[in-house]
């Protein structure tokens, strides 16, 4: 074996390790995040609470995600990554004090905070550590990864449900715990070299605008299955907890068969502009399915094949991405695109769980699935213009 091949395989077990350690620390935010909103439910029949945990989850990380990319392109990646699981472990610690609201939502703020630093950092490692014809491998086995971490901590979410608060602070430390033992930092360059600043970021973003501003319209209408998953099963179709579990299941197991599909080469990691419209145009018709589907044996065949849709999505647009932004300002970028990816999360969350103090909440689901529709055919022409944009031929051009 040549001395550039060892060097691969060694950058490849790093990743492995990295990507392991991630979705431990993913699978724990999942467990933390199940059992909570469906407890806040349980225990107090409101929806309006169980919103808030998606909230602040996602509130958490907008308010450092700027500072976040900076730091993750001027330091070693691997070394926040591993900071960031350390200090994740004491957060989940905070539990033991008891489980009032105001712990459970410092703890959902903090600790879905640090996960998301470890998948950023990792995110910024492939760039460093990976051959770019391995970037769609790497974002595919990333992507699905991310989907056995939910599958593992929606599963343990549901068994804690019935097992209680003690066994679940265990099992949150002890994930957090070997998730920061497997991210032990490497010896790694910081990417940017030259001190660039957010002004040079803005290029890329320009070009890529109006896909932004679509993903932020999504995002935000997509948080409405989290803020309303668990009083459709237990208000509306009156199902106990396992039901909650299965449907909460059906889009990760889903995003693990797309990304088998996309690593088995059945569908192609390059973008295309056609594949990717009818899958956000099929996701507004899922959502609407989930909010009038009286029947709750479907709902998780309908989350199921909401995760195929989104990985394929998401797939084609991380390894476009990982492409055409420079190492040394991936961190950078990251951090701003996700403030458009996620933004509207939070503030849609609240909106949601503040709605549905008026209005019976399966109709603002509804009208949540009617608006993706209609945003659905705009995707193709901001995707062609971002094309353009780069100078990057589509998939269906190429077949031409």
């Known amino acids: 074996m040549t001395d550039d091949n060892l060097y691969i395989e060694r950058n490849r077990r790093i990743f492995y390790r990295f ?17 909570f909103i469906w407890e806040l439910v349980a225990k107090f029949h409101s929806v309006f609470l169980a919103g808030l945990v998606p909230a602040f989850s996602l509130l958490g990380y907008l308010l450092i995600v700027v500072p976040e990319g900076h730091l993750l392109d001027r ?36 600790s879905s905070l640090l996960a998301w630093v470890a998948s950023d950092s990792l995110q910024g490692m492939i760039k460093s550590i990976m051959p770019e014809d391995q970037y769609g491998k790497a974002v ?33 430390v002890a994930l957090a715990f070997l998730a920061a033992a497997l991210s032990f930092p490497i010896v790694m360059e910081r990417a940017d070299t030259h001190g660039k600043n957010y002004g040079e970021v803005f290029v890329f973003i320009r070009k890529m605008a109006f896909l932004l501003v679509l993903s932020l319209i999504l995002n935000g209408l997509f948080i409405s ?91 084609q647009l991380s390894a476009f991405s990982l492409k055409v932004i420079p190492n040394d300002l991936t961190g950078r970028y990251n951090s701003i695109s996700v403030l458009f990816s996620a933004g509207a999360s939070p503030v849609m969350a609240l909106l949601f769980s503040a709605l549905s103090r008026f209005i019976y909440f399966p109709l603002v689901l509804e009208g949540a699935a009617i608006i993706a529709i209609a945003v659905a055919p705009l995707t193709y022409f901001a995707m062609r213009s971002m094309m353009r944009a780069f100078e990057v031929k589509t998939e269906e051009s190429t077949a031409a």
């Open 75 to 110: 330091r070693n990646r691997s070394r926040v990554f591993f900071i960031a699981d350390a200090i994740l472990v004491l957060a989940y610690s905070l539990l033991f004090l008891g489980d009032t609201i105001l712990i459970v939502m410092v703890v959902d703020l903090v």
């Open 225 to 315: 299955l989290d803020v309303y998953g668990s009083g459709l099963i237990r208000i509306v179709l009156h199902a106990p907890a396992y039901y909650y579990t299965l449907f909460l299941l059906g889009f990760p197991i889903g995003s693990v068969l797309g990304g088998l599909l996309i690593s088995m080469g059945k569908i192609s990691s390059k973008l295309s502009l056609m594949l990717v419209t009818i899958e956000v145009l099929f996701i507004g018709i899922l959502l609407l399915a989930v909010a009038i589907d009286p029947d709750v044996f479907i709902e998780p065949l309908l989350t199921l094949a909401m995760g195929v849709d989104v990985i394929i999505i998401n797939v």
């Open 19 to 35: 990507l392991i350690a991630r979705n431990l620390a993913k699978a724990s935010t999942f467990l933390f995040y199940v059992y």
């Open 140 to 172: 595919s086995m990333n992507q699905t990864g991310t989907a056995i971490s939910e599958i593992l901590g929606i599963i343990g979410g549901g068994a804690m449900i019935y097992l209680g608060i003690l066994y679940l602070r265990i099992f949150l």
